[in-house]
């Protein structure tokens, strides 16, 4: 479990605080917290900034720093010039819980979007989040766009042409060259953290699991472990092999997947439909483990709903042979075409300052050069524990989409090599643990899960009574998305498809 | 380029015969639940959507089902409630009507009994009739779809998207995802329609020629599944537009939602909740 250092600082001593954090301790903006507790004693808003170590194999460490903001003069310093990863952050908060940012550089609400009322900020405990907030007319959003002689905006989205998840892309170029893209998202925004506040741990787990489809097992396991250390308890050893195998699975077909998607956006249709093929073969093995195809199902508070029997196992073992002889032939094919590797290539470059600046996660990050993999970090599942798996974190140094889609490949190559070992590793044992009824109040927990995206952290408070007090999700798209708008900026308008797929971000799981 | 073509002979057809031959979901899959009759039918709080609801007058304890809500997450068929309630394996589910999707059971009585009762039933077949033979005269048996993105959490996105894939290859059946709405006889929505939404799902469904088809994918789209209505969500597209078909699951597998379009399409019937 990790180790968690909190500190109370006062607001105007918090850039300062943060700045020593980000210097001299070279550590990373891991998540923002804002809670209401006005109900509370305290009387008051609170904000938690989480750190967390960027160094290789370093601690597993969060330290958090907690400021009191007065609810009748609710104002922060901005900690967003220092700390770029703190803009959405701030720009969140100021929406949904009206804390406002002082000194942050842009105005522009983030979260609620069309005429939403003035002064109505939905995650206040006061305010009754359970009837919708009508529709109004509303001034176009004012979305940032480069003016001159020549040249023209683009807008493209909320809604796509093909099957995708909604966001707005407004481009500004000349010709074909992006000067400046600007995205705007959180249409998918459907309030679930407020969803879940008053419920049961045990019942907001379903909704956690739904925030994202195709990182139920990363978002489900991440909220468990918050929810086991408010419990005090730890999954049994054969119940952590199994979530794990099965955050390792979610791993491997998003990443087969997200390879044969990364060549539609480079016209190379064998690869596209050879990349779905393998993601089917592993959607209908995760149907017969999961009883769903997208593994829903399988982890629960206090261990793993169903077991792995050895037939399962027998058939997992012989999917995972199959795909990874598809992997290797589709990468080939890919490494092969001349068309696609020139696209790719040079395309959509994110430089490695910029990864570390924006907290950028997951395979964007470590293609950048950045070294960071929360399994190792921040170990978790069957991470944790005296002998874990030997784990090899891959990164590529040139930050482009080629750099990307090889990490990628070479990921999934490494989530089949952990799956097997897991499986080597099974033990007879009990699959649950059960958690106390109700849970102990007043507690947090909080966990970061590698999930197929990257690092989702975890933010979970218990209330007097044992319920969800809050929840957040840091989800990794929610940093990697500013990054996809800078390395889209390198590259030329009909490329930005394939910038967007060898990113591959979640809409839901940032906008919750 | 001859790589490519020996990899692909080497595979050979993986396509699918469904709808032509049927579809065996595999042991753990959890499809429609089962209601038996007993006083250990769970209660409403067990189940994290909201799907079921109990009424209790002179005949008993009428516990109800709305498949539209249920998520599938098999809670009410757990220990202690195994037994009471089954995790059936039937996935055709989608139905034209959002009262056909519910279950309701009285607790002490044996019957399961559809939604509503039998004279509205037989009025809605009637209007079925009509509208699927009104689909085939405009569509022919042939369905250009817009996908709309009403907020999901991208799991029947994908699911829409394996539509296209080698092993389900909707195609063959005459379905197919176009790029634009005017290019579309209807749309796919997924999601419960949030509030940062509403408009562009509006729009998109006026861009689309009339008459048109509506066909609610997923919990979500069908009721507001787990999110439900709030402060950013509708709570369920026919809270917004008109839908003609409702596909329960969370996701649907690809086949129930193959199976809901040709229900759309007035080409297979529309299962109704079996009366025991």
Known sequence: ?512 | MLRILINALRTGVVTTHYPAEPSVPPDRFRGAPVLRSGSRLPPPAVCPSGALTERIDAGGRHVALDLARCVFCGRCAEDPWEGAVTMGRDFELAARCRDDLRIEVVADDATIHGGSTAEPARDRDADAARASSEIRRVLGRSLQLRHLDAGSCNACDWELSALLNPVYDVRRLGIDFVASPRHADGVAVTGPVTRNLETAVRRTVEAVPDPRIVIAVGACAASGGIVGEGYASAGGVDRILPVDVYIPGCPPRPEAIIFGILVALGRLDARRVRKA
């Open chain 1, 1 to 512: 479990m990790a180790d968690h250092t909190v500190r109370f600082v006062d607001p105007a001593d918090l850039p300062a605080a943060a700045a020593v954090l980000t210097g001299s301790h070279a550590m990373a903006l891991a998540t923002v917290v804002a809670t209401d507790e006005t109900a509370t004693p305290d009387g008051d808003l609170k904000v938690r900034y989480v750190f967390e170590p960027t160094a290789p194999g370093g601690p597993d460490r969060f330290v958090t720093l907690v400021i009191s903001v007065d609810a009748t003069r609710p104002e922060v310093p901005s900690l967003t010039t220092l700390v770029p990863a703190a803009n959405w952050h701030e720009r969140e908060m100021r929406d949904l819980f009206g804390i406002v940012p002082v000194g942050h550089p842009d105005p522009r609400p983030l979260v609620v979007h069309d005429g939403w009322p003035q002064g109505v900020f939905p995650l206040r405990k006061a305010f009754d989040g359970s009837r919708r907030v009508a529709v109004e007319p509303a001034a176009e959003f004012p979305h940032l766009v480069a003016e001159g002689e020549g040249v023209f905006e683009i807008p493209v989205g909320p809604i796509h042409a093909g099957i995708i998840e909604p966001g707005h892309f407004r481009f500004s170029s000349v010709g074909e060259t992006v000067l400046n893209l600007d995205a705007r998202l959180f249409y998918t925004h459907r309030g679930l953290e407020k969803r879940m506040e008053g419920l049961s741990p045990l019942d907001a787990f379903y909704v956690v699991e739904r925030i994202c489809g195709v990182c139920s097992v990363a978002h489900g396991l991440g909220y468990c472990e918050a929810l086991e250390q408010i419990a005090g308890v730890a999954a049994p050893p054969r119940a952590r092999l199994i979530r794990t195998i099965a955050l390792e699975l979610e791993r491997l077909y998003n990443h087969v997947g997200d390879v044969g998607n990364v060549c539609a956006g480079a016209a190379f249709h064998y690869g596209t439909t050879a990349g779905m093929r393998l993601k089917e073969t592993l959607q209908q093995v995760n149907e017969r483990l999961a009883g769903n195809r997208f593994l829903r199902g399988l982890v629960i508070p206090g261990g793993a709903r169903l077991d792995l029997s050895s037939d399962l196992l027998r058939v997992l073992a012989a999917t995972l042979r199959d795909t990874l002889a598809g992997l290797d032939a589709l990468m080939e094919r890919i490494e092969a075409n001349p068309s696609v590797v020139d696209r790719l290539d040079d395309t959509g470059v994110l430089h490695h300052q910029t990864a570390l600046d924006l907290a950028v996660a997951g395979v964007a990050a470590r293609a950048s050069g950045v070294d960071r993999d929360a399994r190792r970090d921040h170990p978790h599942g069957a991470f944790v524990g005296v002998d874990p798996p030997d784990l090899h974190v891959v990164t590529a140094s040139e930050g482009d989409a080629m750099a990307r889609v090889t990490v990628r490949a070479l990921e999934a190559r490494e989530s089949i090599r952990l799956i097997g070992e897991f499986v080597r590793r099974l033990e007879a044992g009990p699959l649950q643990i059960a958690l106390a009824d109700p849970l102990p109040g007043g507690r947090i927990g909080i966990s970061a899960i590698e999930s197929a995206r990257g690092e989702a952290v975890h933010w979970l408070r218990t209330d007097a009574a044992g319920r969800v007090e809050r929840y957040h999700l840091r989800s990794p798209s929610y940093h990697n998305w500013p990054a996809v708008a800078l390395a889209g900026q390198t590259a030329i308008v009909p490329d930005f498809p394939l910038v967007n797929k060898s990113f591959e971000l979640c809409y839901s799981c940032t906008d919750r």
